[in-house]
Each structure stands twice: as structure tokens, then as C-alpha cells.
């Protein structure tokens, strides 16, 4: 049974377009965030949610907007998607807010905007 | 900010140990964690110390904690052909409800037969 699982896995786009990642876990987990990997594997947060409530915005443009509709769900809306998208975005969950927590990660999003 | 900076390439024969660095600049950083991605995949948590350790041994695993220099280190022993991956060292203050992890760049460890 996958604990932490993203849709879909690859994602290919052209600039300009509007797209959306989905990410569901079934840990029960209070805390989920996105991540997103540059080509060079750099890993930088992005957003974090805690029991559907906004907790980490970082300098992210605000053509990503994410939305929990319920704790087990956080998804990724991307509009008019640029070259410099095109990273693998993941998805992870913790039971906690706090740094303490072990963070599971999802399979992660190949997204490529041409 | 808290800035965490790993070498990017390490490249051991197969069975000796192999010796990830790193280095973190914030000294309240309570929370410490190796976190390991295999191609295509997530990261996944290997092990973890508290700031109040110097050393946690785990099976094939060893980290080292100095705290005066802010460095931690991952040694893996008898290396094999499946620890090739990318392994990121991992910060985290540990003392606020919105903490966030700040990763390292990532260490690729590639084995040699």
C-alpha cells in the first residue's frame, strides 16, 4: 500500500499551459508539504500544510497555488507554466509540523514545460 | 538562514567505507537527518541524530555529530553496489510548530567494482 503517492508521475507541457499535481497519503499524517528538485538535484520546500492550514510559503511565484481539501490531500496548481518549471516536484508527509518528524516522500512529478 | 553544503560526487570501491561530510552553519539546529534517493525515486529517512549526540551507530551506518565545528558525517562500512544513490544531509532548528528541513545540495556516491 503506497504511504505517500503523486499524480502523475511524468507531466509534459508547453509554456503557458495550466496543470496540476495531485498527492494523497494514507499515513494519517497532520503535515504535508511540497518540495521542488532542480535538474542540478537541489531540493527546496515550497509549501507546507498543517491539518489543511497553510504553515510554509516560501519565495514561490505565485502562479503555484496549492489547496488541501482534506489533511490526507495537498495539491499543486501551476499556471501559465514557464521553462524554469521544469523540475521534479515531490510531495511528502509527516505527522508533525515540527522539524522532528520523519518525512515521507512521494515518488515525485517529472514535469517538463517545453 | 540556516545554509547546509555537502562535496556533490563521491566515488568509493565496492566493500570499504565511504565518508559523506557535511557542514551546516546554524548552531541551534537540533535535529540532524541523512535522507537517501535512489534514481527515480523519493527520498527516504536513513537515520537521524539528536544535537545532544556525537555518534549513533545503525548496523552498516555511523554518524558522526561535531557540534563545535557544525559537522556531521554519514560513514557507510563495507560498501555495497545498492548504496549508489544520492544521500542529503538535512537540518532542522526542531523548536518551532512550522519548522522546515533545509537540505544539502546532495552527495551522488557511485561505487567501483
Known amino acids: 500500500d503506497t504511504a505517500v503517492s503523486q499524480t502523475p508521475k511524468y507531466l509534459v507541457t508547453q509554456m503557458g499551459n495550466d496543470k496540476s499535481i495531485k498527492c494523497e497519503q494514507n499515513?494519517?499524517?497532520?503535515?504535508m508539504y511540497w518540495y521542488k528538485q532542480d535538474s542540478k538535484k537541489f531540493l527546496k520546500i515550497m509549501f507546507s500544510y498543517n491539518n489543511k492550514e497553510l504553515i510554509i510559503n516560501e519565495t514561490v511565484p505565485n502562479r503555484f497555488s496549492p489547496k488541501s481539501p482534506d489533511k490526507a490531500h495537498l495539491n499543486l496548481h501551476i499556471n501559465s507554466l514557464e521553462l524554469g518549471d521544469s523540475a521534479v516536484y515531490f510531495c511528502?508527509?509527516?505527522?508533525?509540523?515540527?522539524?522532528?518528524?520523519?518525512?515521507?516522500f512521494g515518488p515525485g512529478t517529472r514535469l517538463t514545460v517545453t | 538562514g540556516e545554509d547546509v553544503e555537502q562535496s556533490l560526487f563521491l566515488s568509493v570501491r565496492e566493500g570499504d567505507s565511504s565518508v559523506i561530510n557535511c557542514t551546516y552553519t546554524d548552531s541551534s539546529s537540533t535535529y540532524l537527518y541523512w535522507y537517501k534517493q535512489e534514481p527515480g525515486a523519493g527520498l527516504q529517512l536513513l537515520t537521524y541524530i539528536f544535537s545532544n549526540m556525537d555518534m549513533k551507530q545503525d548496523q552498516r551506518l555511523t554518524v558522526l555529530l561535531n557540534k563545535k565545528d557544525k559537522h556531521l558525517s554519514l560513514r557507510i562500512a563495507d560498501t555495497q553496489t545498492g548504496d549508489s544513490a544520492i544521500y542529503f544531509c538535512a537540518v532542522d532548528p526542531g523548536y518551532s510548530s512550522a519548522s522546515k528541513i533545509i537540505f544539502g545540495s546532495g552527495t551522488r556516491l557511485s561505487i567501483r567494482p
Open positions: 511528502a508527509s509527516s505527522q508533525g509540523a515540527a522539524g522532528s518528524y520523519e518525512q515521507y
Open positions: 499515513l494519517g499524517h497532520d503535515t
